[in-house]
């Protein structure tokens, strides 16, 4: 599909995207002040709608917004542009609008920007990935996912300019998540993810691996560890809702679990990939 094929949703209205205009003055624009969620759809099902709609209410209460449109209203926006049945992505964000001067303050009456569009999922690397680890130069809000993500940018950059995928974000000691993923370790037969709180976004797709361990009787453990547990680690995934569980082979320029994705990894994408097809399969729910 070209660019120019494809239809947006932008404020009531679908139109091809190259026609979907926002004003200068939109605080998104002006000082990122907006909401966003990604939600990937397979076999035209979104995955875990409901939690995606969710932390995006929880996203725009923590900014002081409602979310513009009720669950339906998602829904039938959501069904306009998703297209086939091949595996997509709709992304979704919410600014506070359009304010008639640039002003921080929030202005009393404004708004929203509703923006969605619907695009397919890039190839996912099954064979593993390289990381990096970076101090974490975030603020003290990541469990909000907003649209300001200039400093993921720098801290995914840094990654891609050394070679690797994916930057692992370190704290105070302790191992956060990615620049746009969560982190998961295999250690002593566990699964271990630091806790959900201010310092992670609460990824679906990490509760979604979390429960399909649990459903395969494999422990996990929501607790903190530091880098030298990382990298005495058996295993290292991160995980996203587009590329899903990739298992971290290097770090650091040293190779995790031999240089391969581990066998927990392997048993792991092999129940992630059977979520999906369920999904593929099941009656579809859309109108
Ligand atoms: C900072 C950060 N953490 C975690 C995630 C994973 O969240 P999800 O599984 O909901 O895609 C993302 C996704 O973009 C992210 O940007």
């Given amino acids: 599909m070209s660019s120019q094929d494809l239809q947006v949703y932008l404020n009531g209205r679908f139109v091809p995207v190259d026609e979907a205009k926002v004003s200068v003055l939109d605080r998104g624009f002006l000082f990122g002040d907006g909401i966003y969620e990604v939600i990937p759809v397979y076999g035209g099902q979104p995955l875990r709608l409901d939690e ?30 998703i297209s086939g049945t091949a595996d997509q992505q709709i ?44 101090s974490d130069i975030r603020w003290d809000r990541c469990n909000i996912k907003a649209i300001t993500l200039l400093a993921n ?41 630091p806790p ?6 609460p990824g679906i797709t990490r509760d979604l691996v979390l429960d399909l361990a649990k459903n395969l009787g494999i422990p996990t453990e929501e607790r903190h560890f530091d880098i030298a547990e990382l990298k005495n680690a058996d ?27 581990g066998k927990t990894w392997k048993t792991l994408q092999s129940a992630y990939q059977d979520y999906k097809r369920a999904l593929r399969e099941a009656p579809s729910t859309r109108t």
């Fill in 52 to 81: 995606h709609l969710r932390r995006l209410d929880q996203s725009l209460a923590a900014i002081k917004m409602k979310s513009p449109l009720g669950d339906k209203e998602w829904s039938a926006i959501f069904d306009r542009l």
């Fill in 196 to 201: 959900k709180g201010d310092t992670i976004l």
């Fill in 153 to 193: 940018i720098l801290l995914r950059q840094e990654a891609v300019d050394q070679g690797a995928a994916e930057a692992i974000l370190v704290r105070d000691g302790q191992v956060l998540e990615g620049a746009a993923s969560n982190i998961m370790i295999v250690s002593g037969g566990k699964i271990i993810t």
């Fill in 235 to 261: 295993e290292i995934w991160v995980t996203s809702s587009t590329r899903e569980i990739l298992s971290v082979i290097e770090l650091d320029g040293k190779f995790i679990s031999g240089g391969i994705p």
């Fill in 91 to 134: 992304y979704l964000q919410v600014t506070r609008g359009a304010a008639n001067k640039r002003d921080h303050s929030i202005p009393a009456e404004i708004t929203p920007t509703v923006f969605v569009m619907c695009t397919p999922i890039a190839p996912i690397p099954l064979d593993g990935i390289k990381a990096i680890t970076v």
